[in-house]
């Protein structure tokens, strides 16, 4: 899947591969701005569509390209945190509910402890999993924004704005 940032900042999607898209521009000489765009889902930030084409984009008459895979890595870890978050929530909110053992009398109360056991133990073991998670998708992310950004993608996205800006006015 590729990004097309616009340059009024707009973020479409196709789900051509960029093989096929180098393929389509390099050899076939067709350009890519030609091809059937969509709107990309509002959770594809612009800020971070721009932070990897200036990377590892292809520079295109409406703006720049870039493979969804590094856009994905730049988000991982926030969709990693936001999920660690939401669960720490929910075991917060299930501390709080009463403990409903007193009701059953002594059989279901062991029973029910050895449960409950085994679920903090699986909650403990899935939060070192997505902590782990989490640590690798930072690594991950902070590899790709050492890469340098690329005098000649910033230049171009330079002169698309302002392009822009000038048959704005």
């Given at each position: 899947m590729l990004y097309l940032l616009d340059a009024d900042g707009t973020v479409y999607q196709n789900s051509m591969?960029?093989?096929?898209?180098?393929?389509?521009?390099?050899?076939?000489?067709?350009?890519?701005?030609t091809l059937k765009w969509k709107p990309a889902p509002e959770t594809v930030t612009m800020e971070r569509v721009l932070r990897a084409a200036l990377r590892f984009g292809i520079p295109t008459g409406r703006g720049l390209i870039v493979a969804a895979g590094y856009v994905r890595t730049l988000e991982a870890p926030d969709l990693l945190d936001d999920g660690r978050s939401q669960q720490r929530d929910l075991t917060e909110q299930l501390a709080v509910l009463p403990d409903p053992t007193p009701q059953f009398g002594a059989a279901r109360t062991d029973a029910y402890q050895a449960r409950l056991t085994k679920l903090s133990e699986q909650r403990k073991a899935a939060e070192a999993k997505m902590t782990a998670s989490l640590e690798r998708a930072q690594s991950q992310r902070d590899d790709l924004l050492q890469a340098p950004i690329k005098d000649d993608l910033a230049e171009h996205w330079a002169s698309v704005v302002k392009n822009l800006s000038r048959q704005a006015s």
């Open positions: 591969s960029v093989g096929r898209a180098l393929v389509r521009r390099k050899i076939e000489r067709k350009s890519l701005d």
